[in-house]
């Protein structure tokens, strides 16, 4: 297992969730590590992401200023803090690993994934 996020949970409209993924193997020496997350019915769409080697995060428009991505080197785990859930934020997320540099925001720009943590958010 390359990266196993954990972390999910059934909370309410308003609440807080922090959410981990561990790297192991080849996705420790990635660049760039993502969140993505898909809602039943639709596809799935990129949240955030951050360098392993520091650098500005990335965010989606539809999290910014609610979530905060980040990573920890000592620990080789990047963690997802989401607050102020709305049942809008319901999904499956899933952490992934790009070789890439810059902000790639496309499933295809990323080489390994997590098996995904599941997220509900009751109104």
């Known amino acids: 297992v390359q990266l196993q996020a954990s972390g999910g949970g059934l909370v309410q409209a308003g609440d807080s969730l922090r959410l981990s993924c561990a790297a192991s193997?080849?996705?420790?020496?990635?660049?760039?590590f993502g969140w993505f997350r898909q809602a039943p019915g639709k596809d799935s769409e990129f949240v955030a992401s951050?360098?392993?080697?520091?650098?500005?995060?990335d965010y989606a428009n539809s999290v910014k200023g609610r979530f905060t991505i980040s990573r920890d080197i000592t620990q080789n785990t990047v963690a997802l803090q989401m607050s102020s859930l709305s049942p809008e934020d319901t999904a499956l997320y899933y952490c992934?690993?790009?070789?890439?540099?810059?902000?790639?925001?496309?499933?295809?720009?990323?080489?390994?994934w997590g098996q995904g943590t599941q997220v509900t958010v009751s109104s």
């Open positions: 193997g080849r996705a420790v020496g990635s660049n760039i």
């Open positions: 992934a690993a790009s070789a890439l540099s810059g902000y790639p925001r496309r499933k295809d720009d990323y080489d390994y």
């Open positions: 951050i360098t392993w080697h520091g650098g500005t995060p």
